[in-house]
């Protein structure tokens, strides 16, 4: 199980509503396992259907987390127009066994889904969120 702050899971449904129709995306880092921080981030795809860290800007936020101390605790995107479940290309590009994947469905905009998920070796396990 893992908890989420109300206030930074608003952050990530207020920036999916504003980047919609197109997928929007990030980080969460952590302190000591605690979410700290939302890092909203340019979808370097511009795609309603496909997301990708700005590599540039996944640099610059990567060495900030390094320099506070914090760890990679979760990298979430939007879909659109499907279930908050991760799609045979976010599997495939889970490059980070240690970090959950967080998906935020906007099917929905009026009521938002937002799952979290452990993706290793292309396998996908769904862990509880909590939302604090």
């Known amino acids: 199980?893992?908890?989420?702050?109300?206030?930074?899971y608003k952050e990530i449904v207020e920036q999916g509503l504003r980047e919609f129709p197109n997928?929007?995306?990030?980080v969460i880092a952590a302190e000591k396992g605690v979410p700290?921080?939302?890092?909203?981030?340019?979808?370097?795809?511009?795609?309603?259907?496909?997301?990708?860290?700005?590599g540039r800007e996944q640099l610059k936020v990567f060495d900030e987390m390094?320099?506070?101390g914090w760890e990679l605790w979760a990298i979430y995107h939007s879909h659109t127009h499907s279930e908050a479940y991760p799609s045979e290309t976010d599997r495939r590009l889970a490059f980070y066994p240690e970090a959950r994947y967080m998906l935020l469905s906007l099917t929905d905009?009026?009521?938002?889904?937002?799952r979290s998920f452990l993706i290793r070796d292309g396998e996908v396990e769904e862990e509880e969120?909590?939302?604090?």
Do not use: H, W
Request: net charge negative; hydrophobic share 40%.
């Open 36 to 54: 700290v921080k939302v890092f909203p981030m340019k979808n370097a795809d511009a795609s309603p259907v496909t997301y990708r860290l700005d």
């Open 129 to 132: 969120l909590v939302i604090t």
């Open 109 to 114: 905009r009026e009521d938002p889904v937002f």
């Open 1 to 8: 199980m893992s908890e989420l702050d109300g206030v930074f």
């Open 23 to 26: 997928e929007c995306c990030g």
């Open 66 to 68: 390094d320099e506070q």
